[in-house]
DNA sequence: TATACTTGTTTGCAACTTCAACTATTCTAC
DNA sequence: GTAGAATAGTTGAAGTTGCAAACAAGTATA
């Protein structure tokens, strides 16, 4: 028997969630693309500033990912010159990561594009569906964690 | 100048989306651990049957990954006895991909584990919540292509 | 203070994915 | 029918990520 039950509303939307993602972030890597940036790396840099430090380990929680990961991510902005290692004054562990000048200035472009172009690829949606959709999204996050 | 605006509507629905994918997608691997399956794999054997081949390019495209990734992928399958390779009868260039006796079972068990972890997960929303979420993400992912 | 436990970061290793180049076959247009 | 373009699949090299173990430094407990 090769029959399967029709897939239930919950798996449906899971896999509509799946390939919206999936067509986001392709579409967040080509116009991240002009910036040298990956996704990743993106939400990194748009967790800094350039006065405030923040530790490695705090933007691997938020951004879901290992600290292994985020190091060998900020050995690469760093090589390229967006971010610097500073040490923590109060915890000789830890590292502070602060953006450079040219950090802020790529931050800021990339900011600039990528909210362009997720502007452009919601308005499918019109505002009181967004809004609606928002909330629902919403819900389902604080329910997930 | 640090200041930014505060986050669009639209920015804000992206970062949910991609944070409850990366939720959903964390719940998926612990669930298919079990079945020594990776999500990408398990989408793989989800769109396969005994009998009927399937092109490895239309798997790829449905999958939106490049060839290369399903050929090892489908590598990986067949050393496990899950699936296996016939020559299409039509196209002496393209292989045709079907499940092993053995690939059925462990597709079975884990279409089962996944979509009652998937209905226990998307449980958060109500029946009508989630009907109106699948609505606006069907529009949303139509708008998307 | 000595001991064990936790935390912040890094490193080695392995797994997965992609890109580009390649082979073999099929399709298209003259 | 034949030259050139397109398609199916594979392969090598490179990049990104995670896991586990290491190390250093902080915290808690006896």
Known sequence: MEMLDSPSLACE??????????????GD???????????????????????????????????????????RLVDRLEAGGLVRRTPDPDDRRAQRL?????????????IRLHSEAVERRMAVLNNEEQFLLRGLLEKLHSGLR
Chains 1, 2 share one sequence.
Do not use: M, N, W
């Open 98 to 110: 602060r953006l450079t000048t040219r950090g802020v200035l790529v931050r800021d472009q990339a």
């Open 29 to 71: 890597r080509q116009v991240l693309d002009a910036t040298g940036l990956t996704p990743l790396e993106f939400a990194v840099l748009q967790r800094l500033h350039r006065d405030q430090g923040r530790r490695l380990t705090d933007i691997g929680t938020e951004l879901f990912c290992v600290k292994s990961t985020i190091t």
């Open 13 to 26: 939307q899971h896999r509509l969630l799946h390939d919206i993602y999936i067509l986001l972030d392709d």
